[in-house]
């Protein structure tokens, strides 16, 4: 057999180097890459599973979602008239309530409860708290006024109520804080 034909041993020892180095590279860079995902109590608050199914038309409820207060409000259809009969160009923030709602679930605003002018908490998701004007939101801190859609009508506030993503897994059942399937 002549010289430079076939595998030499050479090259036999430069393929397993070559693959020993790969395994080591590996063996170092998993842990470190998996040490930077979130830990189990991080990935449990990123998401917050509501029951809705207690919740009457004209009711809201508040609940907890990423350490900030959250609105659930099942529309009755006078206020989901309401809504829909304000014309889009005299908003501040022009959106539609169809855009605010998912669809085949339009009686249902979900809504972040913090004022995007300060980050006041507004009141009118309690039982008997105060509206506003406009039969939605009202921050008492400086006077935002909001919509039954949770959208800014008066006062300093430059946005609408922020809604977060959600899915509805069920009729009765959210799931704040996913993207939908």
């Avoid at 189990?40 to 608050?45: C, F, G, P, T, W």
């Avoid at 907890?64 to 207060?69: L, M, N, S, T, W």
């Avoid at 979900?110 to 406009?134: D, I, K, Q, S």
């Avoid at 039954?148 to 804080?177: C, M, Q, W």
């Amino acid at each position: 057999m002549a010289e430079g034909e076939g595998v030499r041993r050479r090259d036999f020892i430069e393929i397993a180097a070559v693959s020993a180095a790969g395994v080591a590279g590996a063996a170092v860079l998993i842990p470190l890459i998996s040490q930077m995902a979130p830990s189990k109590d991080v990935l449990a608050e990123s998401t917050t599973e509501l029951d809705i199914s207690a919740i009457q038309p004209g009711q809201a409820i508040k609940a907890v979602f990423r350490k900030q207060p959250l609105f659930v409000r099942n529309l009755t259809p006078h206020e989901i008239q309401q809504a829909e009969a304000v014309p889009i160009d005299t908003l501040r923030d022009p959106q539609t309530l169809l855009e605010r709602t998912k669809e085949g679930h339009g009686n249902w605003l979900v809504t972040m409860g913090v004022c995007t002018h300060l980050g006041c908490v507004p009141l009118g998701a309690g039982e008997g708290e105060n509206r506003g004007e406009f039969g939605g939101y009202f921050c008492p801190c400086h006077g935002s006024h909001y919509d039954t859609a949770g959208r800014i009508r008066k006062g300093p506030a430059p946005k609408n109520l922020e809604v977060p993503s959600y899915v509805f897994t069920s009729d009765t059942h959210l799931v704040i804080g996913q993207e939908s399937a």
